[in-house]
């Protein structure tokens, strides 16, 4: 923590291991949608919104097209993060970890369904059929190093009467608490999700 940033030391909130986990899996559910946020080999970050097809054991897996750039940013640096944002309720969380690329046809079976094909098309050649025998299609695997997230304590009207009580005041505004998930927290997760 920046020892000059007053929010943070005041929403930085601890809870059980179980009740971490289950506040992000929370998160994870009413976003659907992650952002993927890769690095090129010219240092640029470059973001795209990806439903995680597995979430088990916080083991983020995307199914994804090798054709397309990721791949390659992967290749030269498999640090990623994935953020979450729930805008109805301002949940969010920010995944830190290692990517590394799946491209076992077992693992894209069980993680596959049908919606998945219209994302990568049938080219009619009898191999990129969009199926998961497609050459085409890999898994994105996310290992979290360190999970960041914050969740709502007050209701909307809450938040504001907290965050206008801070602008009269001069109080640091915290509607919620900023909790962080890495370590033994991680792999309990890993081992309750076996």
């Known amino acids: ?70 791949f390659d940013e992967l290749d030269n640096d498999g640090n990623v993060n994935v953020s979450f944002a729930d805008p109805s309720s301002t949940d969010w969380a920010s995944v830190a970890g290692k990517a590394s690329i799946v491209k076992d046809e077992s693992t894209v079976k069980d993680l596959w369904n049908p919606t998945i094909k219209s994302w990568f098309g049938d080219l009619k050649d009898g191999v990129r059929t969009g199926e998961p025998g497609d050459p085409r299609i890999a898994v994105i695997q996310v290992i979290p190093t360190e999970i960041r997230y914050w969740v709502k304590t007050r209701t909307s009207l809450g938040q504001t009467v907290e965050v206008l009580k801070g602008a009269v005041t001069g109080e640091t505004a915290a509607p919620g608490h900023l909790r962080v998930i890495a370590g033994s927290d991680l792999e309990l997760a890993r081992k309750d999700d076996a």
């Open 1 to 70: 923590m920046a020892p000059n940033d007053p929010y943070t030391a005041k929403a930085q909130d601890d809870a059980s291991p179980q009740e971490k986990i289950a506040e992000l899996k929370n998160i994870i559910k009413e976003t659907k949608f992650g952002m993927l946020v890769t690095r090129s080999a010219d240092g640029q970050l470059h973001s795209r919104a990806m439903a995680p097809a597995s979430h088990k054991g916080l083991v983020f897996q995307f199914i994804a097209n090798t054709d397309s750039g990721k």
